[in-house]
């Protein structure tokens, strides 16, 4: 069956507000340790130094699609079995330390299942020293020789510092010294044969950069936790075997930087690796101890070793510590190898112990659910508390994971098929620390002293540590003499023992002398030999350095030319630049002038336009004055011509009706009445308008037509001619302009004629005119039309005058709007009234004419009109 293949499913990492810049994420690493049997099964494989892939061993297999399954986890790195120690501490624990000696914090810690190598990772085992003295050996290395005198730093039990000065610290040294016991172990003790090759780290390590000019002290401690107690694995406690206390746990505390501490835990001071380790060995010892008689799990405890570093600058002549409490640096590493993460039912425990073992499961429960809800709060924004205070072991450490170092986790696990399940929960926490992210710890400030202090107190011969003189070295090589004292004057052997004694140091010093000469000799020839080989490598490298020397003086003429060209070329740019700067002035200026043109031909262009639609305008108001005009004159001289036309029908017709009418036998000069008897019945043609009633108020009057009638008086003399020479004077006694024309004709003709446009737009012009008493008045117009009264016909006579005078219009329209019955009574009121009561001055024509027109427009207006009109005409 095919492996289904399926890589870890691993969340989106999606963070909000984390500022990644300034956080590191929790450095985790992989570790497998080899088969403890080459014929075991092994469900781990290391696919690459970042991956490892968990295969299903036989008894799990067969999920539900029947496959089995293998899973892939990604790490920071990946340590396979054959990883040597160095190769893991390089990586692993080499940064931390560094760290360390810089003033920064740092907590590594090894996680899994008991027998997968945490121990063994973190301790190392006989020949193979694990990453703790590896790393307590690059401490000393780094800082070996800038080591301040023992008791200068003191630790108190605020989780600080205190510093000493050289005379205390002496005082100090010489009372421990002075004890039974002494405590404090002494460097120059010899290494206990158990841990000896632990210890026997032979690859020089040290951190870079150390600062000289401080004075540095390490203090260890070592505390265990178990069943969620903290206890002091390096206090001194009488130990009694009978009746065997059990030790007491300790507290946590937070002080003042608000630091999570051990109250009351032991701090030693520590010199050199192998006295911290010795310390260490102690306190493990003591652990097995305590394990066995209390009937503990072992595996069931965490082990915690601090690394404790004080740092504190040198004063300014750089001879002792600068007594200044601030200016201490305290930096501390964390080594935790951790309980086996394996669940309670495997290890079989029982009773008392199951409970104890399910405490400490609990312990790494709440390391996981704060790594859970750490990863939660930084990837999803939100400020979720982290249950550190639920254990101990969390709780300890909540400054790291809260921002006061780097966190480094290996994982340690054992590839054997029985394994399986518990690694896979082990590469799920795995998956989940990996994700949280630690702030990065911040460089320690500066103290502002000046740098190299201690270098330059050495040159001056200053006090250079513990080392003793040359001469010392010597004088102690010496055989001790003898006592001087001679109690008894026949005492012969002190004397001869001393001189003896002296003889011996005589010829020893001379043996030491001829070696010293010989070596002096051996080594001045040396010298030579050196000298010569340093003066042949001096002319070798004189030869070279000439070598060197011409191509550096070709070089520099060669560089010296080209500094010339740049020179000349700068100077080009220079003065292309100006000329760049000239044009683009001229530029600006000819734009700027392009503008001022463009804005001016705008602004014509819209006068222009401007004066363009003025002139527009004008020419429309001309051409239609003048359309006006024309159309007014055109219908004046048509009116005319009508009436003309009109008048002479009617002389045509009154012509026919005097042919037609037979001739009295003598003429006879006829009174009014029988006249207008007479010639009624002649009268035929229809009276061109009848008058209104106000036109006859004004006739009556006799106000406006004063001379009209005097320019139709006729004598009565006159009366006996015939009627075509009064047809003819009639003729001629009216002016071309003033023929009369009834306004029925007109309308009539304007009926008749609907088609022509000339009459309609008079008729339109007329119907503008507005009414004032009974009065049509035209507005005031250049050319206007006069419209007077014709009394003679009781028509209107349109005069046109060359002046802009105004016109005025009888009631033309107001007759033409009146019904029939009106018009009939008007015209029956129509004749010519003479108010005085004289003799009519109509003539015959005249009063034919009249007639005619009254007839003509009766013969429009109805059948009764000419009726009416004719009995209604009275005599004056
Ligand atoms: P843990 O502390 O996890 O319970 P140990 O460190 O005590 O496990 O290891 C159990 C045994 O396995 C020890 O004997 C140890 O020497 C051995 N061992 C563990 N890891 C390795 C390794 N990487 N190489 C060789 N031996 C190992
Ligand atoms: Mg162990």
Partial sequence: MKPARTKTPRKPLVKKGSQTSLKDPVGVYCRVRPLSFPDQECCIEVINNTTVQLHTPEGYRLNRN???????????????THTTQKELFDVVANPLVDDLIHGKNGLLFTYGVTGSGKTYTMTGSPGEGGLLPRCLDMIFNSIGSFQAKRYVFKSNDRNSMDIQCEVDALLERQKREAMPNPKTPSSKRQVDPEFADMINVQDFCKAEEVDEDSVYGVFVSYIEIYN???????????????????????????????????????????????????????????????????????SRSHSVFNIKLVQAPLDADGDNVLQEKEQITISQLSLVDLAGSERTNRTKAEGNRLREAGN??????????????????????????????????????????????????????????????????????????QEVEVARPVDKAICGLTPGRRYRNQVRGGPVGDEPLVTEVVLQSFPPLPSCEILDVNDEQTLPRLIEALEKRHHLRQMMIDEFNKQSITFKALLQEFDNTVLNKENYIQGKLNEKEKVISGQKLEIERLEKKNKTLEYKIEILEKTTTIYEEDKRNLQQELETQNQKLQRQFSDKRRLEARLQGMVTETTMKWEKECERRVAAKQLEMQNKLWVKDEKLKQLKAIVTEPKPEKPERPSRERDREKVTPRSVSPSPVPLSSNYIAQIS??????????????????????????VSEWEQKIPPYNTPLTVT????????????????????????????????????????????????????????????????????????????????????????????????????????????????????????????????????
């Fill in 360 to 433: 400490i499961n609990q312990s790494l429960m709440t390391l996981r659910t704060c790594m859970e809800v750490l990863r939660e709060n930084q990837m999803c924004g939100t400020n979720k508390m982290v249950p550190y205070r639920d254990s101990k072991l969390t709780h300890l450490f909540k400054n790291y994971f809260d921002g006061e170092g780097k966190v480094r986790m290996i994982v340690c696990v054992n590839p054997k098929a029985e394994d399986y399940e518990e690694s896979l929960q082990v590469m799920r926490f795995a998956e989940v620390t």
């Fill in 228 to 298: 969620n107690y903290i206890y002091d694995l390096l206090e001194e406690v009488p130990f009694d075997p009978i009746r065997p206390k059990p030790p007491q746990s300790k507290l946590l505390r937070e002080d003042k930087n608000h630091n999570m501490y051990v109250a009351g835990c032991t701090e030693v001071e520590v010199k050199s690796t192998e006295e911290a380790f010795e310390v260490f060995w102690r306190g493990q010892k003591k652990r097995r101890i305590a394990n066995t008689h209390l009937n503990r799990e072992s």
């Fill in 66 to 80: 029947g496959d089995y399954k293998e899973t892939q986890y990604s790490f920071k790195q990946v340590f396979g």
């Fill in 745 to 876: 004709s007109i309308a009539r003709r304007r009926q008749q004629e609907p088609g022509q446009s000339k009459t309609c737009i008079v008729s339109d012009r007329r119907r503008g005119m507005y009414w004032t008493e009974g009065r049509e008045v035209v507005p005031t117009f250049r050319n206007e039309i006069e419209i007077e009264e014709d009394p003679c016909c009781r028509g209107d006579v349109y005069k046109t005058r060359g002046g802009g005078q105004s016109v005025q219009f009888t009631e033309i329209e107001t007759l033409k709007q009146e019904s029939p019955t009106g018009r009939k009574r008007r015209s029956s009121t129509a004749a010519p009234a003479q108010p005085d009561g004289t003799e009519s001055e109509w003539t015959d024509i005249e009063t034919r004419c009249a007639v005619a027109v009254e007839m003509r427009a009766g013969s429009q207006l109805g059948p009764g009109y000419q009726h009416h009109a004719q009995p209604k005409r009275k005599k004056p």
């Fill in 701 to 726: 009057n006799g106000q406006q037509l004063m001379s009209q009638p005097q320019l139709h008086r006729r004598s009565n003399s006159c009366s006996s001619i015939s009627v075509a020479s009064c």
